[in-house]
């Protein structure tokens, strides 16, 4: 690494950690219903929203009508983004005049942009209209990243409340997440993309002449919109089939370190909002220390090992799928934070990592994106973890696990194994159909451990709803379309429900004051113990499959 790139990641750190009380302050105004300096600005359109639907957005909802409203929003725009691929070829702004998406493209499209995954088995420029990919895909990319801070508001409301069976309104929670964090975001980033060269335009594809003589057609279209929101809503879908690679989506070294920037930014701050809003910002901070210690490590190992020699690759780093305008560094940079964050975007080959380096962002997926993760999705989970710590520390010392006040039980504790087993259910389960069957295997670019991982990455990514791929792997068939497409429901909505079922039970105990038995949540302790659960029962889970992939690849290459 050169001092430059030294410095780029110092500068990195210190702006995330800066900016996490400034906007996470702001966004527990927001959701608590206060004056902030947006409201002027979208007000009346929030209640104009509210009147067009038919919502009364002071009127609160238990747990499972919070739920209802959840799953009927989603499996309408399931409906909708499927149907408008399927007639995309007569609908109109469609100037490369594509055709209607085949049906298990579609179905696997759909699901990945509802679940806040954006899989893409499809090459945009040449599969997808301006009109899908912004009224679908970009559509989804806000309501997507907003459903995941709905639930995470539900889960808080349940810790700070008590005796009740009411976790606010979903309908609100949504209206206010879109209009007044992820829409102003998504706006100013897009101007600030817009001016780095980042096309935002409704062009035709323009046919140039190469210095070669030879003819090439270049993309066009709205793209900066649908970037900026991929990022700031760790979403990932790309405009273009390289995705952050090409240089119509990320054009120079500012837009690239921004877009990285974007990625963290909302999951970071919402661990201050958590904090703030269960009335303990120690413990928010808690949270964010836990998952950047975590964040750290596994891009240490990741630097050390792509910088690192092999005589079998001459002694020299491996350049092989970088981004080479960004370096090395940029290049990891980005698969580990991505990977941490549930946000399948990419700007260099994944499939070209060292084995260490994958196995990190691997990793990072098979955790439950909790690493920061997804927007609210990120942050939910890892209460799951937190959940399953405390009870834990109750274990040892004889008494009944208290989090935040309220009395973890048995019923909290099941359904927070659930959420734990739901995607690892997916991850290796269909890993394992897919690496014994003749359509799993023919997708396969590699053989061997490097074949294995390119799978069992898939399946990672789909169960914790990220999108990215290694790409060695042609997934665009009916097996994989159809097989991923059900991971990602799984890893979406098998995770939600048992988190909306722990609020809607949890906000109907009582808050025992702390005393001198009570187990600290904010301290170094409950930050080593919490690292330690997380790491084990990933490593119980997922040990044994790693061993087949990159783990082996690694030692093959070193020896």
Aim: hydrophobic share 50%; glycine share 10%; net charge neutral.
């Amino acid at each position: 690494m050169t001092a430059q790139d030294v410095i780029q990641v110092i500068l990195y750190f210190a702006l995330l950690i800066g900016l996490t009380p400034v906007l996470g302050n702001y966004m527990s105004q927001v959701f608590n219903g206060e004056r902030h300096f947006m409201l002027p600005i979208f007000g009346w359109l929030e209640r104009l929203i509210y009147k067009f639907i038919g919502v009364n957005p002071y009127e609160e909802m238990n747990w499972k009508s919070f739920a209802r409203g959840l799953l009927l929003f989603n499996l309408i725009g399931f409906v909708f983004l499927f149907i408008i691929q399927l007639t995309q070829g007569y609908l109109p702004m469609n100037p490369g005049h594509l055709p209607n998406v085949l049906w298990h493209s579609a179905f696997n499209t759909s699901v990945s942009f509802v679940t806040n995954t954006n899989w893409q088995g499809y090459a945009g420029e040449t599969t997808l209209s301006y009109f899908v990919q912004m009224v679908g895909l970009t559509v989804q990319n806000f309501v997507s990243a907003a459903t995941g801070i709905a639930v995470l508001l539900a889960i808080i409301r349940g810790f700070s409340r008590k005796t009740t069976d009411q976790l606010g309104n979903f309908w609100t929670d949504l209206t206010r997440s879109t209009l007044y964090v992820l829409l102003p975001l998504s706006i100013v980033f897009a101007i600030v993309l817009v001016s780095q060269g980042v096309v935002q335009n409704f062009k035709t594809y323009e046919t140039v002449q190469t210095l070669q003589g030879a003819q090439q057609i270049i993309p066009m279209g709205p793209a900066a919109s649908q970037i900026a929101i991929k990022q700031i809503g760790t979403n990932g879908g790309g405009f273009f089939n390289a995705n952050s690679a090409h240089p119509f989506e990320n054009p120079t070294p500012l837009s690239n370190f921004l877009e990285m920037l974007f990625i963290l930014l909302i999951p970071a701050a919402l661990t201050y909002t958590y904090g703030k809003m269960v009335g303990s910002t120690r413990h928010g901070w808690t949270i964010f220390s836990v998952m950047m210690i975590l964040l750290v490590t596994g891009l240490s190992i990741s630097l050390y090992a792509e910088y690192s020699t092999n005589p079998v690759f001459g002694n020299l780093p491996l350049m092989e799928g970088k981004e080479t305008r960004f370096g090395i560094t940029n290049s990891v940079l980005w698969s580990t934070f991505t990977s941490a964050a549930s946000n399948g975007s990419v700007n260099t080959m994944l499939d070209s990592l060292s084995p260490l380096a994958g196995m990190v962002a691997m990793i990072n997926l098979m955790l439950g994106e909790i690493i920061f993760g997804g927007v609210g999705a990120g942050m939910y989970g890892m209460v799951i973890f937190i959940i399953l710590t405390v009870f834990i520390a109750g274990l040892m010392v004889g008494r009944t696990p208290e989090y935040l006040g309220k009395k973890i039980e048995a019923f909290e504790v099941q359904m927070a194994i659930i959420a734990i087993l739901a995607p690892s259910f997916v991850i290796l389960l269909f890993t394992a159909w897919a690496s014994v069957s003749s359509a799993g295997l023919s997708g396969l670019n590699n053989s061997g451990a490097h074949g294995f991982s390119e799978i069992l990455y898939a399946y990672s990514s789909a169960a914790g709803n990220n999108g990215s791929a290694f790409a060695g792997l042609n997934a665009n068939t009916v097996f994989y379309n159809i097989t991923l497409g059900l991971g990602m429901l799984i890893g979406r909505f098998g995770v939600i429900l048992p988190v909306l079922a722990i609020a809607g039970n949890i906000a109907k105990k009582k808050i025992t004051p702390p005393s001198a038995g009570t187990f600290r949540t904010d301290n170094w302790l409950f930050i080593g113990l919490l690292i330690a659960v997380i790491l084990i029962v990933g490593g119980l889970t997922f040990f044994p499959a790693l061993s087949l992939g990159p783990i082996i690849e690694h030692l093959i290459m070193t020896n």
